[in-house]
């Protein structure tokens, strides 16, 4: 879990030990698969890529990062267009899966030290944000003369999701915030109520967006672009007092919710906890930090064990999972 991430959540919860704090919304956005084939993760000082994820370790290409950057969250407009964030800046590339993948440093904010989450609903824009409180605007980010913005808005933005480019949300401390203009800028965001302290969010479209509470529950809104809210908890999957996490959807209608060593799924995430089911996890992967999925037919979380957990299936059950250790992959 990154650790400024810890100190946020323990501030927020105040007398919640720290065993209870998520281990999601972390890197949440430590991985992203825009396509079948091309998956990319963030790891620190460097970045996995694969064009064949159910390929095993020698399928996973690793690109050792320059000194100086790093990445904690990747988001991928295309095969050919993926952010990196990481401490105060910001990394692009435009051939990630390539041999010879270049990541170059296109902004960087001195004021910023823990950009920890980052989407690309589009070539044209990028949202990335910070655990101190920053949003950060990407006009045109992979163009020669692309553009980052940043704006305070004192809420801790624990992670970033655009279904679309006319509609991005962000957990910021707690709640969740939206804008239906996300390329206009911070001023644009408007704040939603929900019925809890609410972490993590994924959409699987621009009318259907999920989130957890505290106590293992899936809070969900049909109307996401609705500046009065419309969220409210639709199942208690997991332990009270232990958040799920990270949490991941495709559409039109396919979320994940991760709990440690298991697996929620629905198809119908807003129907109730009996639209829910549970499956195992590979035994002695560790415990997923992010996750992402292209479509129905494949997703992919990062543990924090650098182990990809990769599915064609992910409501199968265990043996739907398959487990690899990125400490195998090729340079």
Known sequence: MHPRLIAAIVGVLGTLALAAAPTAATAAQGVSCPSHSLCVVADGSRIYTSTHPLGGAHA?????????????????????????????????????????????????????????????????????GDLAGALLTGIDPFGHDGSWSSEQISKNVFQVACPSATLCGADAYGEPIFSTNPAGGPSTWFAEGAPSFVLG??????????MADLNGG??????????????????????????????????????????????????????????????????????????????????????????????????????????????????
């Open 60 to 128: 996973w290409r690793r690109t050792d990062l320059a000194a100086g950057q790093t990445a904690s969250a990747v988001g991928c407009a295309s095969a050919f267009a993926c952010v990196a964030v990481g401490d105060g800046s910001v990394l692009v590339s435009t051939d990630p899966a390539s041999r010879n993948a270049s990541w170059r440093t296109t902004a960087t904010f001195p004021d910023i030290h823990s950009l920890a989450t980052v989407a690309c609903p589009a070539r044209s824009l990028c949202i990335a």
């Open 218 to 331: 899936i809070v969900a809104s049909t109307d996401p672009s609705s500046p009065s809210g419309t969220w409210t908890t639709v199942a208690q999957l997991g332990a009270s007092g232990s958040p799920l996490a990270p949490l991941a959807c495709t559409g039109p209608s396919l979320c994940l919710a991760f709990d440690g060593s298991r697996v929620f799924s629905s198809t119908d995430p807003a129907g109730g906890a009996s639209a829910w089911s549970a499956a195992d996890l590979p035994t002695g992967a560790g415990t997923p930090t992010g996750a992402s999925c292209a479509s129905w037919h494949l997703c992919v979380a990062v543990t924090d064990r650098s182990t990809v957990l990769v599915s064609t299936h992910p409501a199968g059950g265990v043996h739907a999972w398959r487990a690899t250790e990125l400490g195998g992959a090729s340079g």
């Open 201 to 210: 969010l994924a959409c699987a479209s621009t009318r259907l967006c999920v």
